[in-house]
C-alpha cells in the first residue's frame, strides 16, 4: 500500500505483467515467480492476494528466522494453512531471486572524485547475464 492511495485488491493477472525474458528459449517472456523473502506485506496480500493471516504468517516466520524461508515446507506447518493456499502460492512465489539491482558508489583516493554505477544482473543461467548497466 502506498501512503495516501486507496488499497484494493490486484487480480492475479498482475502476476503475468511480473515477466523475465528467457532467451535459452524462443525468447519469449514467461511468468517470474515473487521472492516471499522480499515481498512486502502489501505486495503477499495485494498481488498475491493472500488472506491477512496467512501473510501476517509468512512475515512472522521469515523473520523468526535468521535465514529466512529457505523452503516453501518452512510454511507446511503455519496456522490455519490450507494445502490448497500451499499449492497456490507455490505457482506464483519462491523463495530465492534469480535478477538482482547491483548498485554502487565509489570515491577515487587522488581526486576524491564520486562515481556511481548501476547493474542489473541476472544469475539464472551460467555465466551470469548482465541485463543493464549504467554510469555517469
Not at 100 to 118: N, P, V
Amino acid at each position: 500500500t502506498v501512503t495516501g492511495v486507496q488499497t484494493c485488491a490486484l487480480p492475479i493477472s498482475v502476476m503475468n505483467e511480473c515477466t523475465i525474458k528467457d532467451t535459452r528459449t524462443s525468447g519469449n517472456a514467461i511468468a517470474g515467480k515473487l521472492n516471499l523473502n522480499a515481498a512486502s506485506r502489501a505486495v503477499l496480500r495485494d498481488v498475491l492476494q493472500l488472506e491477512p493471516r496467512f501473510a501476517e504468517s509468512i512475515l512472522t516466520r521469515r523473520t523468526a528466522k535468521s535465514e529466512g524461508i529457505t523452503s516453501l515446507a518452512d510454511l507446511v506447518d503455519l496456522p490455519g494453512v490450507t494445502q490448497a493456499q500451499l499449492i497456490t502460492l507455490a505457482q506464483m512465489a519462491d523463495v530465492t531471486s534469480n535478477v538482482y539491482t547491483i548498485d554502487s558508489r565509489g570515491r577515487a583516493q587522488g581526486s576524491g572524485a564520486e562515481a556511481e554505477m548501476l547493474a542489473v544482473v541476472d544469475r539464472s543461467a551460467v555465466p551470469a547475464r548482465v541485463l543493464e548497466y549504467r554510469e555517469p
